[in-house]
T-cell receptor, first 112, second 117 residues
């Protein structure tokens, strides 16, 4: 079983749509959680951290359910520039080792 | 904005040759990492480096791989005898650790694409 699982998509949505991505992780000892964005053939960039209480950053909302080992990302009012691959990322430890475990990513295509 | 820089952006090499990939992490960061991404696959952890030594490495990071911080700014990944399956994008990353408030707040370089023929 993969340690971090995501639906690879692609998700094809029109501009202005709301889209949600889900992710599950298998290691219950995982300590910290993130969404990264990766554009084609570019480096991953941190989109947002994910907290148990849920957190929002503009059009983006992230949720964490530790009991179900489930992480979600909601994007409202999609823009063309949101087209990218969204990576669910987990850190096994609370220390700053930075050993991140990446999911395979979910591809989003926003169409005009 | 400070950034992680990597060279070369693309290197083509013959199987069995040695390759050195170079990285300049963000200057006040304390933790350094190499990750790789084979085309079409997920990003995979290779190694983390702190206080001039390896703090953790994955099973991918075998005896063919080594890392070094030869001076105060560069962080290098050496592959001693490249194999076809080493073809991938290699990302360097750095983090400030607690100073950046950051478990997992890694900043990645743009990557070095390695093609082994």
């Amino acid at each position: 079983r993969k340690e971090v699982e995501q639906d690879p998509g692609p998700f094809n949505v029109p501009e202005g749509a709301t889209v949600a991505f889900n992710c599950t992780y298998s290691n219950s000892a995982s300590q910290s959680f993130f969404w990264y964005r990766q554009d084609c053939r570019k480096e991953p960039k941190l989109l947002m951290s994910v907290y148990s209480s849920g957190n929002e950053d503009g059009r983006f909302t992230a949720q964490l359910n530790r009991a179900s080992q489930y992480i979600s990302l909601l994007i409202r009012d999609s823009k063309l520039s949101d087209s990218a691959t969204y990576l669910c990322v987990v850190n096994r430890r609370s220390s700053n080792t930075g050993k991140l475990i990446f999911g395979q990513g979910t591809t989003l295509q926003v169409k005009p | 904005e400070p950034e992680v820089t990597q060279t070369p952006s693309h290197q083509v090499t013959q199987m069995g040759q040695e390759v050195i990939l170079r990285c300049v992490p963000i200057s006040n960061h304390l933790y350094f990492y190499w990750y790789r991404q084979i085309l079409g696959q997920k990003v995979e952890f290779l190694v983390s480096f702190y206080n001039n030594e390896i703090s953790e490495k994955s099973e991918i990071f075998d005896d063919q791989f080594s890392v070094e911080r030869p001076d105060g700014s560069n962080f290098t990944l050496k592959i001693r005898s490249t194999k076809l399956e080493d073809s991938a994008m290699y990302f360097c990353a750095s983090s400030g650790g607690r100073l950046a408030g950051g478990t997992g707040e890694l900043f990645f370089g743009e990557g070095s694409r390695l093609t082994v023929l």
